[in-house]
Each structure stands twice: as C-alpha cells, then as structure tokens.
C-alpha cells in the first residue's frame, strides 16, 4: 500500500526560505499535492505536480520531484508569519482518482 | 470557486447515540470523500463515493457508514458513537481528477 512520510516540525526565520519534504512509496502516483491547513481551518490545496514532471514554480512556490527517489519537496521563498500553518503532502495513485493519501503533516513555525 | 459546505463546525456527542454529519458542494463534483483528522496521523480516508448512491469503504471504515442520495450531498454517519470517534472530520469533493477541495472541517467529541 501507499505510505506518505513528512517531518513533523519546521521552525524559520521570517524573509529566509522554507523547505518542506515529502517521501512517497507509490510508483503509480499521479499526481503529488501540497495542501495548506491553518488553526481551526479546512486544508487549501496549494499546488500540485503531475510525476511526469520535475519542478513547478507558482509565484513564492516551488514544488521539486525526484521520481527515483520518491521524493517531494516545497519551497516557499520569502516565508511570512502569514505562511505558518501545517503542510500536508498528499499521492493520487493512478487507480484512484481523486482518493488521496496523506501524510502526517508538518507544522511550520515562522518566527520574526 | 468551489465550495465544500460542512452543516457543523463543533458538535458535542453521548456515546451511543446516532451522528449525522451533513457535506454540501455545489460545483456539480461526481467525488466526495470523508476523511478523519487526528494529530500526527494526518488524513485518513473513511469512505468515498464517485457517483449518487454508490461508496467505496476507505482505509478505516469501521463504525461508520454513509449516504449519497444527490450529487452535491454526502453524509457520514456514526451509527453509535464511541469515544474513540471523537475527531475533526473533513469532507472534500473532487472532479475524477484534480486535487480534493475541502470544507471547514466537524470538530466532533463525543462524551
């Protein structure tokens, strides 16, 4: 089965850049997202990467993907107080539209 | 934009008792999915449906069972809640690809 695995916590320094990693065991995978969850919130979704690709820019993102390594990461440059909250890495198994598989989270404490 | 609207945001339960949890999207989505959040556990997937009155179990289904009478309707029901049921539940909704779009989440505590 699939198994996603993150670090659980992040501390940055305001205006330094964050990077938050990701490793997946699913070769099927699809698609890989980046979701966003502050307190007593739902989860936004940030971005997503098809695994035929290597790397997404959007604005202050960037997702990284190693195929071989199963890897993923995000970067967020610039990182403000506005960006602390828990970052969830998510796999969309080829078989499964739209059935993700998350996982544990990693709280992201941006300190001035 | 879509929007995924959870009837609760806090609901305050006995063990025992039968819970309805009510999702609503209205973007004409054919996936709906139920998750629970716990901390360090992350997501984890209850049940899913890909079409009215159809559902697929997830990875932890047990104690739980759901609805899917209309497209833009999915509800979780608890049949009788337990204390280890005390959780945030996430309902999302999805087109047959692209990213899940999440609600605000049920904090539920059952007592």
């Known amino acids: 089965g699939e198994d996603v695995e993150q670090s659980l916590f992040l501390s940055v320094r305001e205006g330094d850049s964050s990077v938050i990693n990701c490793t997946y065991t699913d070769s099927s995978s699809t698609y890989l997202y980046w979701y966003k969850q502050e307190p007593g919130a739902g989860l936004q979704l940030l971005t997503y990467?098809?695994?035929?690709?290597d790397m997404k820019q959007d604005q202050r993102l960037t997702v990284l993907l190693n195929k071989k390594d199963k890897h993923l990461s995000l970067r967020i440059a610039d990182t403000q107080t506005g960006d602390s909250a828990i970052y969830f890495c998510a796999e969309s198994a080829i078989t499964s539209w739209g059935k993700l598989q998350f996982g544990a989270g990693t709280q992201v404490v941006v300190t001035p | 934009d879509v929007k995924v609207t959870q009837s609760s945001r806090y609901l305050v339960k006995r063990t025992g008792e039968k819970v309805f949890l009510e999702c609503v999207q209205d973007m004409d989505h054919e996936n709906m999915f139920w998750y629970r959040q716990d901390p360090g556990l992350g997501l984890r997937l209850i049940y899913f449906s890909y079409d009215v009155k159809m559902k697929e179990k997830g990875d932890i289904p047990e104690g739980y069972s759901v609805s899917r009478e209309k497209k833009e309707r999915f509800s979780l029901i608890l049949e009788s809640a337990s204390t280890n049921q005390t959780s945030m539940y996430l309902c999302?909704?999805?087109?047959?690809?692209?990213?899940?779009?999440f609600g605000s989440g049920t904090r539920l505590t059952v007592v």
């Open positions: 999302a909704s999805s087109l047959i690809t692209g990213g899940n779009t």
């Open positions: 990467i098809f695994s035929n690709m």
